[in-house]
């Protein structure tokens, strides 16, 4: 009896939305966990929503970039990128959306830290949520997922997080977007960018080697297998790097990687035209918005300002939607009436002018470390 009526509130909580119970206000329809259980929350969002388009990505694209943007063109996109996502789950996710409903648009918005050799799937991945194992054979929903969705001592927890957090923002969109910066009141940029450089330096770049598909297959082989089966089965796609601030890429250079970020760029224009060259199509687009440009320069308010909001980024990785609007601008040149763009924002990288595109970075990077003495000697410390 006890069993049944914990299964039962479970499922009238949904709370990581495995179920699609229909809301009910002030019961169960914000899901303050979703973000937290978001490999699993989203895998099944796809099943309920069955969306034509997706937007893969680490949590920058989650939070950066918009499902409701227009130029999408009217298809139900979701945005199914989430916090540190490895290479392969982007194509596990990939082929999981596909074979729910067949995908007519990808947006993949890449980060270095992405291609460490022997960057795997965090823990709470779990390949039983998709509908497809990974060679791409049907496989159905075990009596573990109910269990730890319905009956587990987490569930029990989760759910009654949700029924006493209703009316407050859970973080994410129905859109799969998530929104938990904005929730909060205060926000002193300075500072999260201080703790995000330090996080980057000492944990991402801390032993960062880039994977090779001569040395890991995993990585480098998962971003041909994405492309492979677009350009096979002519799902269009808009391949991006993300527009990390320029202090972000002054961490980079700090770890003594900037080799290593310019090698990668490289390769992701390369593996993309070996695949287009063998399936006899054009290329993807693949836009690199990094770099040192009107954006990615936007000034940090003082350390200690807890009033004022920067225009475009959260801290030095993550990005604001009003920035990721004007990359989804450029990827399907849309023109939005009162909204500018940059000129020096955005440029679509091949193996043709990827040369010239490095060295323009360098140039402008050198500037900028001329003109920003404060910022430069605040990366600069991490080594310290």
């Given at each position: 009896m006890a069993f049944a009526v914990v299964v039962s509130f479970n499922l009238l909580m949904d709370?990581?939305?495995?179920?699609?119970?229909?809301?009910?206000?002030?019961?169960?329809?914000?899901?303050?966990?979703?973000?937290?259980?978001?490999?699993?929350?989203?895998?099944?969002?796809?099943?309920?929503?069955?969306?034509?388009?997706?937007?893969?990505?680490?949590?920058?694209?989650?939070?950066?970039?918009?499902?409701?943007?227009?130029?999408?063109g009217?298809?139900?996109?979701?945005?199914?990128?989430?916090?540190?996502?490895?290479?392969?789950?982007?194509?596990?996710?990939?082929?999981?959306a596909h074979s729910v409903n067949p995908l007519k648009q990808v947006v993949i918005d890449f980060d270095f830290f992405q291609f460490q050799k022997g960057h795997?799937?965090?823990s709470d991945f779990d390949e039983k949520n998709l509908a497809v194992?990974?060679?791409?054979?049907?496989?159905?929903?075990?009596?573990?997922?109910?269990?730890?969705?319905?009956?587990?001592?987490?569930?029990?927890?989760?759910?009654?997080?949700?029924?006493?957090?209703?009316?407050?923002?859970?973080?994410?969109?129905n859109n799969g977007r998530a929104t938990f910066f904005s929730l909060r009141e205060q926000f002193d940029h300075h500072e999260e960018f201080l703790i995000n450089e330090h996080n980057y330096f000492n944990k991402?770049?801390?032993?960062?080697?880039?994977?090779?598909?001569?040395?890991?297959?995993?990585?480098?082989g998962s971003y041909r297998t994405l492309l492979k089966t677009a350009y096979r089965r002519e799902i269009d796609f808009r391949l991006m790097i993300s527009p990390s601030h320029a202090r972000q890429q002054e961490v980079i250079a700090a770890k003594g990687l900037w080799s290593?970020?310019?090698?990668?760029?490289?390769?992701?224009?390369?593996?993309?035209?070996?695949?287009?060259?063998?399936?006899?199509?054009?290329s993807f687009p693949l836009w690199?918005?990094?770099?040192?440009?009107?954006?990615?320069t936007e000034e940090v308010p003082p350390l200690g300002d807890k009033m004022s909001s920067m225009e475009w980024y959260w801290e030095s990785s993550h990005y604001k939607k009003e920035l990721g609007d004007r990359v989804l601008d450029l990827i399907f040149s849309h023109v939005e009436p009162g909204r500018v763009v940059a000129e020096d924002f955005g440029v679509k990288i091949s193996s043709d002018n990827i040369e010239q595109h490095l060295a323009k970075i360098r140039r402008d990077r050198e500037h900028w470390r001329t003109t920003h003495p404060s910022d430069v000697a605040e990366t600069e410390a991490l080594r310290k």
């Amino acid at each position: 009896m006890a069993f049944a009526v914990v299964v039962s509130f479970n499922l009238l909580m949904d709370p990581y939305g495995v179920y699609d119970i229909p809301g009910i206000d002030g019961i169960n329809i914000d899901k303050p966990v979703f973000r937290s259980h978001s490999r699993l929350a989203k895998a099944y969002q796809v099943r309920h929503q069955k969306p034509a388009a997706i937007i893969l990505g680490t949590s920058r694209g989650d939070v950066g970039l918009d499902p409701n943007h227009p130029g999408w063109g009217g298809h139900p996109v979701y945005n199914l990128a989430f916090p540190v996502a490895s290479i392969y789950e982007m194509l596990r996710y990939f082929q999981h959306a596909h074979s729910v409903n067949p995908l007519k648009q990808v947006v993949i918005d890449f980060d270095f830290f992405q291609f460490q050799k022997g960057h795997l799937p965090r823990s709470d991945f779990d390949e039983k949520n998709l509908a497809v194992d990974s060679n791409g054979l049907p496989q159905t929903q075990g009596i573990d997922t109910y269990l730890a969705t319905l009956a587990s001592l987490d569930a029990i927890s989760d759910g009654m997080e949700t029924l006493s957090k209703q009316g407050q923002n859970p973080g994410s969109l129905n859109n799969g977007r998530a929104t938990f910066f904005s929730l909060r009141e205060q926000f002193d940029h300075h500072e999260e960018f201080l703790i995000n450089e330090h996080n980057y330096f000492n944990k991402q770049y801390r032993k960062f080697v880039l994977a090779t598909l001569e040395d890991d297959p995993l990585i480098v082989g998962s971003y041909r297998t994405l492309l492979k089966t677009a350009y096979r089965r002519e799902i269009d796609f808009r391949l991006m790097i993300s527009p990390s601030h320029a202090r972000q890429q002054e961490v980079i250079a700090a770890k003594g990687l900037w080799s290593t970020f310019e090698k990668w760029k490289r390769q992701l224009a390369q593996v993309n035209e070996d695949e287009a060259r063998k399936a006899g199509k054009p290329s993807f687009p693949l836009w690199d918005f990094s770099g040192y440009n009107t954006y990615t320069t936007e000034e940090v308010p003082p350390l200690g300002d807890k009033m004022s909001s920067m225009e475009w980024y959260w801290e030095s990785s993550h990005y604001k939607k009003e920035l990721g609007d004007r990359v989804l601008d450029l990827i399907f040149s849309h023109v939005e009436p009162g909204r500018v763009v940059a000129e020096d924002f955005g440029v679509k990288i091949s193996s043709d002018n990827i040369e010239q595109h490095l060295a323009k970075i360098r140039r402008d990077r050198e500037h900028w470390r001329t003109t920003h003495p404060s910022d430069v000697a605040e990366t600069e410390a991490l080594r310290k």
